[in-house]
């Protein structure tokens, strides 16, 4: 039955649970990592992680690179069949690539995922290829100007922030935020600004202004950001290229087509199915 198999899948003991556990240990931090780094970010056993590393390598979920893992190109496949991140990166990278030939600055686009962000994009020169964000990974949305803005505009924030204050906010500087009226306080002033400025909370040295990139109907699509060295970082350099920005790919965004309706057809006797996908 369904339902057995969704209460199988949410055991943590189970296989489907700890593989998810072992791909979820590549949110954030390094591309790489080693199996017994593997076993301690995921929770699972290290002679457990080892055996299901291999499955998903097999799968193509994972790669296997000397003594590390990293995620696989299966999974980079499979997510760019997501619509909508797939056709906001598409209508994102042209002007994403203007705003960082005129700023030089390291260029980011991110949603929000929880208490993260995920990074859809990315544009950036040699000079920060040190920079600590990458395309398709996550940080602590409560530290990051991207995050700080998202949080800013989303209807469901105060419950966001509220699970960030029950599980408490890590630090990645002395400068990060962690505590939780402290960020309401900054969500407040970020809200009626309209942006975004975080100074060496995420990175020490760097800091990232960002803006939403907002539809005519009031959706926040996602943010745009831009990140250099704290005293490259002001809002009268930065914020109206980013808003420029910002109004074009919500301007390309408003003008997709409507999505055609999934049609499902009913595979006869006899006649090989196959689910759409």
Excluded at 43 to 57: F, I, T
Excluded at 107 to 133: C, F, P
Excluded at 158 to 164: D, G, H, I, T, W
Aim: hydrophobic share 40%; with cysteine.
């Amino acid at each position: 039955m369904v339902a057995d198999a969704d209460e199988e899948t949410e055991r943590p003991n189970s296989v489907l649970g700890k593989a998810q556990l072992l791909l979820g240990a590549f949110e954030s931090g390094p591309f790489q990592l080693r199996l017994t780094e593997l076993s301690r970010r995921s929770g699972v056993p290290k002679a457990s992680a080892y055996r299901l590393a291999q499955e998903l390598v097999r799968w193509g979920l994972l790669e296997r690179r000397g003594e590390s893992y990293q995620l696989g190109i299966r999974m980079f496949e499979l997510g760019e069949r997501v619509l909508a991140s797939a056709s906001l990166r598409a209508v994102a990278r042209p002007p994403l690539t203007d705003l960082y030939t005129s700023t030089r600055a390291t260029i980011h686009l991110a949603v929000l995922d929880g208490t993260h962000v995920l990074y859809l994009e990315k544009i950036a020169g040699r000079a920060n290829i040190h920079s600590h964000s990458q395309i398709g990974g996550r940080l602590p949305a409560w530290c990051t100007a991207t995050g700080k803005v998202l949080l800013a505009g989303s209807p469901a924030s105060r419950q966001q922030v509220e699970r960030l204050a029950e599980s408490g906010l890590p630090s990645l500087t002395e400068r990060t935020v962690v505590s939780a009226d402290a960020l309401r306080r900054q969500l407040a002033v970020v809200a009626e600004r309209g942006f975004a400025l975080e100074a060496g909370e995420t990175l020490s040295g760097y800091g990232s202004l960002a803006v939403p990139v907002i539809g005519e109907d009031g959706t926040v699509h996602a943010a745009v950001s831009a990140t250099a060295p704290v005293a490259q970082v002001t809002a009268q350099r930065l914020l109206p290229p980013l808003r420029a920005t910002a109004a074009g790919i919500a301007r390309a965004m408003d003008r997709r087509p409507p999505a055609a309706p999934t049609t499902t057809r009913r595979a006869t006797a006899g006649s090989p199915g196959r689910a759409p996908l």
